[in-house]
């Protein structure tokens, strides 16, 4: 007895026409800009009449360029780490409270998600400033004698950033404690482990995905937040994106603008890389 095989088109096959427009709007608002970027970046002078290297040679000579960079990935790996001890602490409250809780929990998460980035950090200034809460509350209670200065510190800086981006670190910590087997903590109180090393042997290796990629989409947005930056970090400090910002508005070289952006790119690119080997070492070591 012979079987009939319906031949057709695979449920999966379509045809490459369906993504022209997605191509299109990549090559034309991506690919494009940075292909100008680069070209843009050999020129020379803010002229743009000649060709060379001249634009790289002044960033690894200049003396000023490199540590601007190293400060604002520097600045990435603070608020990082903050964020991630305030959003596993948030996380794991999350996971371990009543489901009527956790609506009110996720609310408030979110929250800052739907309020734009220029109205969270005036308000960190209110919050920062000479007669801000922060020194009127410490006032009141006489802890002070004088204003502190938080505004325009390297601290409020940190401070104001990782309240910006924590959501962007909870939320990946919320999705990978909620897969965790809770029979695993069982176990493991069972057999006699504290919960001291319950978390460190069981509980933090199994979320390593969740904490590698809330870490990469916190640096990723603390080192590029112009806005949270400039005002609160003010005159004091100069961050790469003011900076790029200076040389292609102010001072009008383009060049030179060009090049640091691209410089500033290649360094997030080659973080960014080094957290994704991270995580396909966190997958084979969970899935081990």
């Given amino acids: 007895m012979t079987t009939a095989v319906l031949k057709g088109p695979p449920v999966t096959g379509y045809s490459l026409a369906f993504a022209s427009p997605l191509a299109t709007f990549f090559v034309l608002f991506f690919l494009a800009p940075l292909l100008l970027l680069i070209i843009i970046s050999f020129y020379a002078t803010p002229l743009l009449k000649s060709f060379g290297l001249d634009q790289y040679v002044k960033i690894a ?45 996720m609310l408030v998460i979110v929250m800052p998600l739907l309020t734009s980035v220029v109205v969270r950090t005036f308000a960190w200034v ?37 309240n910006v981006q924590l959501p962007l670190m909870a939320l990946p910590l919320i999705t990978a404690l909620q897969k965790l087997d809770p029979n695993l903590e069982d176990a493991s109180s069972a057999l006699g482990a504290s919960a001291f090393r319950t978390f460190f042997k069981i ?17 990723a947005a603390s080192i590029t937040a112009f806005i949270s930056q400039s005002l609160i970090g003010g005159g004091q400090m100069l961050f790469m994106p003011m900076y790029i910002y200076q040389q292609a508005s102010s001072l009008q070289n383009w060049p030179f603008a060009a090049a640091i952006s691209l410089v500033f790119l290649v360094a997030v690119m080659v973080c960014v890389t080094a957290f994704n080997y991270l995580g396909r070492l966190s997958r084979g070591h969970v899935a081990a």
């Fill in 61 to 105: 000579t200049d003396g000023f360029t490199l540590p601007v960079l190293l400060d604002t990935l520097w600045l990435g790996v603070q608020t990082t780490l903050l964020c991630l001890v305030l959003g596993y602490a948030l996380a794991w409250s999350y996971v371990r409270s009543p489901s009527a809780l956790q609506k009110v929990l």
């Fill in 126 to 162: 209110v919050i920062l400033g000479r007669q801000g809460i922060v020194n009127s509350v410490l006032a009141e209670f006489g802890w002070i004698d004088g204003p502190l200065k938080l505004l325009y510190t390297r601290g409020g800086l940190t401070v104001a950033l990782a």
């Fill in 203 to 219: 509980t933090l290796p199994l979320t390593l995905p969740g904490i590698l990629a809330g870490c990469l989409l916190t640096f």
